[in-house]
C-alpha cells in the first residue's frame, strides 16, 4: 500500500543487483540510451542517495510509469511501489494547468486526453479535464488529486470509455492507487510504451 516508508523505499531499491534485464524493457531508455533514464539507473540513485538530493529528483521522475521494468525484473523488486511513492515525499519546481478537455457530439464516448483528437464519431462527455499525469509525474498529488476527483464524477456514467491519450490511460488508472477504491473507473486503452512526442517538451532542459 502507497506511500512506502522512505527507509523501505531505499531497501527496496538496494535489492537491485544490475543485472540489467530491465533495459530492453523500458521505453524511455530504448528512446535516449542514458543510464539513468533506465529503472536500475533510477534505482541505484534511489539506494545511495537517501535523501534525495533536487538533482537526483529531476533524474529520477522523467517516466513513462508503464510498469514494464517490474515485469522484467527477475528479483520481483516493486520498482513501481518506489517510484510512486517518491511522489509523496519530493516534488519537481514544475507548473501545469489543469486543462478542460472540450465537449464533443457523437456516438462512441471517448476521453482523448489533452493531445489526441477524437475520431469523428467520438463523444467526447462534458465536464472532463486532463489526466494529471504530469502533474503526478512531478509529483503534484493536489492537483493529480483534483484532475482525478473532477474525471472521476464525470466517467463513472461513461463505464468502458476508450481513453485514447496512453499516457492519460496510465494516469487514470492509477486514480484508485492513490486515492482509494471510490476513484476506480471502468476504462479501456493501453499504456504508453512509446515516448510520446509531449513528453520530451516538458522536459526541455533535461531532454535538449
Known amino acids: 500500500m502507497l506511500p512506502l516508508e522512505p527507509q523501505s523505499i531505499v531497501e527496496e531499491a538496494r535489492k537491485c543487483v544490475l543485472c540489467g534485464k530491465c533495459l530492453a524493457a523500458c521505453p524511455l531508455f530504448l528512446e535516449t540510451g542514458k543510464e539513468e533514464d533506465s529503472p536500475r539507473g533510477k534505482l541505484f540513485l534511489i539506494a545511495n542517495l537517501s535523501p534525495l538530493t533536487p538533482r537526483a529528483a529531476e533524474l529520477i521522475f522523467p517516466c513513462l510509469l508503464c510498469g514494464e521494468c517490474e515485469r522484467a525484473c527477475p528479483l520481483e523488486i516493486r520498482i513501481m511501489d518506489v517510484l510512486l511513492s517518491l511522489r509523496f515525499y519530493y516534488k519537481l519546481p514544475l507548473s501545469f494547468e489543469v486543462k478542460e478537455i472540450p465537449e464533443k457530439e457523437g456516438k462512441k464516448p471517448v476521453y482523448p486526453g489533452c493531445f489526441e483528437k477524437p475520431p469523428e464519431d467520438g463523444m ?85
Open 124 to 208: 467526447v462527455p462534458p465536464g472532463l479535464v486532463c489526466s494529471g499525469f504530469y502533474h503526478l509525474l512531478s509529483g503534484d498529488l493536489e492537483t493529480y488529486k483534483k484532475c482525478a476527483e473532477q474525471n472521476v464524477r464525470v466517467l463513472k456514467n461513461y463505464p468502458g470509455i476508450e481513453i485514447l491519450c496512453p499516457l492519460a490511460f496510465t494516469a487514470i488508472s492509477l486514480y484508485s492507487v492513490f486515492f482509494g477504491d471510490e476513484f476506480r473507473v471502468d476504462i479501456r486503452g493501453e499504456k504508453a510504451l512509446k515516448i510520446p512526442p509531449c513528453f520530451f517538451n516538458i522536459f526541455p532542459e533535461r531532454f535538449s
